[in-house]
């Protein structure tokens, strides 16, 4: 029965210790010091080894320069003999709040020298100046504690200090030393460099890093300082060096992999680089024996000559693809190279009867389950080009049911919406998108958003449905690459439906078709109607968004391109495109960002 009693009793005072804990934080955050005080001074008094309450009724005593007071409960703290050193320099902020630097001073400099009896403190006391923003004490604090014991490693604080008081040098070799210790990975240490690097190669930052990393490689020759290299070259988009370090690294590293060199392959096609890409892949090719890598980049190389094909050329590419199919065969780790060749017969050669019996001769090997869903969602794709709607649903069905709650099943649901959509059965279609408004893929969401509203205005207002049957037409024509069609399918709906809620978005699709084409002056007219005559719909974005794109990637008009990534900052702020915006918004503004 006793025991009962005090566990009632225990629970009785940690409730009373919860609330007024409680009570006290919210009048602290509402600026109300008097009444905080109160309980924090009862606190205090129950729980004296809290320093958090203790640190929190200082703080009140402070902001209602109560600095007597909180003078004697510091002083108090020293004499019991037991009181961490960190209490100076609390002493010395009172003071500095009475602008009295002197005596202020005189406490930080009795931190300090706790250090030179116990290097250990060096920590708490580098971090309870930064606490205050006495970044000068601090370093001193880390950096002496560092010199006693080399065994402790305070680089990243001081890095951090550097970067907050704008000495780049020392932050980035504060960060590489770091790295040199091995207390920090490359992905942390070019996380936090990041944020202080540019594009551009001239950039202050971007000169100092190169020569830290340079002066490190020069003393000591390790592979980490190639690779730190190779990224800053990325960053600045000259891929041509950064392949250079790559091909030092795989010949230095032991055991090394193509992975590195194939992420800069990718990441120079991406960014239009496409004869560094070329030579990457190349490399790869001529190094690698390593089955799925070195094919990996045959396709990546025939990719490259598709970029730059004619009809002409196309036998000579189905030459190459017959060859690495007689070369690998049908294999499971070389499905990649079975859907690459169907995609290349359909889309570019029109010939989708001989990619379906590739691709189904394909699934009668031995494959797991994301192996058959690949396999299948590159069937349903040709499939749809082919117009066989009913066979095509079938297998994305399939894929959405067996990966339920994977993004490649949620990709195959909304597949199974938009071969509806093409079908003309726009009710299974919505039903189907409603689901993936919910999507974990954003761009899946998005998509099926827009899908979504793009039917359910457009039955609204036509029974019929004429002008939305029209469009899936030319959505459809636009994915077996009949874009001329396309084209004048959305004309048709342009002179034929003015006014009608479908026009912004048969503006919008056929805006993109002529860019594809490369008919750019057509497309800003189109772009343009849409911002001026639909500025407040949901479309108004997606044009602001393209038109910058547009003046930044092709046009070469840097101001023109700020201007509408600026309306997306200023009225889109829900965008889908706010993040792409904000960041190429700031690197035309010359910002630095990461």
């Known amino acids: 029965m006793k025991s009962v009693l005090l566990y009632v009793c225990l629970l009785t005072v940690l409730s009373g210790i919860a609330q007024d804990d409680f009570l006290a934080k919210q009048y602290f955050n509402d600026g109300e010091y008097e009444k905080a005080l109160v309980f924090y001074e009862k606190l205090v008094d129950q729980n004296p080894r809290r320093m958090d309450f203790a640190e929190n009724m200082i703080r009140c005593y402070q902001q209602l320069e109560y600095y007597e007071k909180a003078e004697r409960f510091l002083m108090g703290r020293l004499e019991s003999g037991n009181a961490f050193p960190t209490i100076y320099i609390e002493l010395g902020y009172n003071y500095r709040l009475q602008e009295n630097t002197q005596q202020a001073t005189e406490y930080y400099k009795k931190a300090l020298e706790a250090i030179e009896k116990n290097p250990n403190y060096g920590y708490g006391i580098g971090v309870g100046f930064q606490r205050f923003s006495l970044l000068d004490f601090a370093l001193q604090a880390f950096e002496r504690a560092m010199e006693l014991n080399p065994e402790l490693d305070y680089n990243f604080q001081i890095a951090q200090i550097y970067g907050e008081q704008g000495n780049i040098e020392k932050m980035f070799e504060a960060y590489l030393q770091l790295l040199d210790n091995g207390r920090s990975t490359l992905g942390n240490v070019l996380g936090k460099i990041g944020d202080f690097i540019t594009e551009d190669a001239d950039n202050e930052n971007n ?68 004869d560094i890409a070329q030579q990457v892949f190349e490399y790869i090719v001529k190094n690698s024996s390593e089955i799925v890598t070195r094919l990996n980049a045959q396709l990546h190389l025939l990719d490259i000559e598709l970029l730059r094909a004619e009809e002409k050329d196309f036998d000579r590419i189905d030459t190459s693809y017959q060859e690495l199919m007689n070369t690998y065969g049908y294999q499971v780790p070389t499905l990649q190279l079975q859907v690459a060749y169907a995609n290349f017969l359909t889309f570019k050669r029109s010939e989708s009867e001989k990619a379906i019996l590739i691709l189904k001769k394909s699934l009668e090997l031995p494959l797991a389950k994301y192996g058959e869903a690949y396999i299948k969602m590159a069937l349903g794709d040709i499939l749809v080009f082919d117009q066989k709607f009913n066979e095509a ?60 509203l793009l039917i359910s205005d457009n039955s609204l207002e036509d029974s019929t449905q004429t002008a939305l049957k029209k469009f899936a037409r030319a959505d ?113 503004r010359g910002d630095t960002i990461n």
């Open 476 to 588: 459809l024509l636009a994915y077996q690459n009949k874009n001329q069609e396309a084209i004048a399918e959305l004309e048709e709906i342009l002179q034929q439906h003015k006014g009608e809620k479908i026009e912004d978005e048969a503006l919008l699709r056929q805006a993109q078709l002529l860019e594809a084409s490369n008919n750019l002056e057509a497309a800003l007219f189109n772009y343009t109607k849409i911002v001026e005559f639909f500025g407040d719909d949901i479309l108004a974005d997606d044009a602001h968004f393209a038109m910058a794109e547009l003046y930044r990637t092709k046009l070469n008009n840097p101001e023109k391109a700020k201007y509408h990534y600026e309306r997306i900052l200023y009225n889109f702020q829900d965008s889908y495109y706010f993040p792409q915006a904000r960041k190429n918004f700031r690197i035309l």
């Open 393 to 452: 649903l079938i297998y994305f069905s399939q894929i959405q049911k067996s990966l339920k709650n994977d993004v490649l099943g949620q990709e195959a649901r909304f597949k199974v919406a938009q071969t509806s959509f093409y079908k003309g059965d726009f009710d299974w279609a919505i039903t189907q998108l409603k689901v993936l408004r919910g999507s974990t893929s954003q761009l899946i969401a998005n998509d099926a958003m827009q899908l979504s």
């Open 207 to 274: 000169r100092i890093l190169k020569k830290v990393v340079l002066q490190k490689a020069q003393k000591d020759p390790d592979v980490l300082w190639n690779e730190m290299l190779s990224w800053l070259y990325a960053q600045q988009k000259q891929y041509n060096f950064a392949f250079t370090q790559e091909k030092a690294i795989y010949r230095r590293a032991e055991g090394s992999t193509f992975e590195r060199m194939e992420a800069l392959g990718n990441t120079s096609l991406e960014n239009d680089a496409v």
